[in-house]
């Protein structure tokens, strides 16, 4: 699995996959132009799909009514280190039997993001510095 991310202008990226894009800024009080969602918000879009995808997967499976079925993902600030502390999934999901709600709530916890979240997953940074390629004026003379 693979995205590639790329400076656009301002505080603008683009992240592209499989032929998908989705652009990221920030807001205009953080030096951007609003263009797209920031980052710590494309994180909730990410729990909140894979909670919701997991969701309906559970629903199909039981050939239960999948209709007006909703996610919405909270998160509070944390700092030292600044981070995001506290997650909170609300899955609206329609009228289901006592036993298929357990089982809709052990499905959205299965998600794979909320359990990569969960088991703090190990991450690696490098730095590749690329040349910076010469203007065409010094290359002729």
Not at 8 to 31: M, V, Y
Not at 56 to 69: D, I, M, N, S, V
């Amino acid at each position: 699995m693979e995205v590639h991310i790329r400076h656009t202008a301002g505080a603008a990226f683009l992240a592209s996959a499989r032929g998908h894009e989705i652009i990221c800024d920030q807001p205009k009080e953080n030096g951007g132009e609003d263009g797209g969602m920031t980052p710590p918000e494309l994180l909730l879009a990410s729990l909140g799909t894979c909670a919701g995808y997991y969701a309906l997967q559970y629903l199909r499976a039981r050939k239960l009514p999948e209709t007006g079925l909703a996610v919405r993902v909270q998160a509070e600030k944390a700092a030292a280190p600044a981070r995001l502390g506290r997650f909170t999934i609300h899955v609206d999901a329609p009228p289901l039997e006592g036993r298929h709600e357990e089982g809709l709530l052990r499905a959205v916890r299965a998600c794979l993001i909320h359990n990569t979240m969960l088991v703090h997953p190990e991450i690696e940074t490098m730095i590749h510095m690329r040349p910076v390629p010469l203007p065409e004026a010094t290359m002729k003379a």
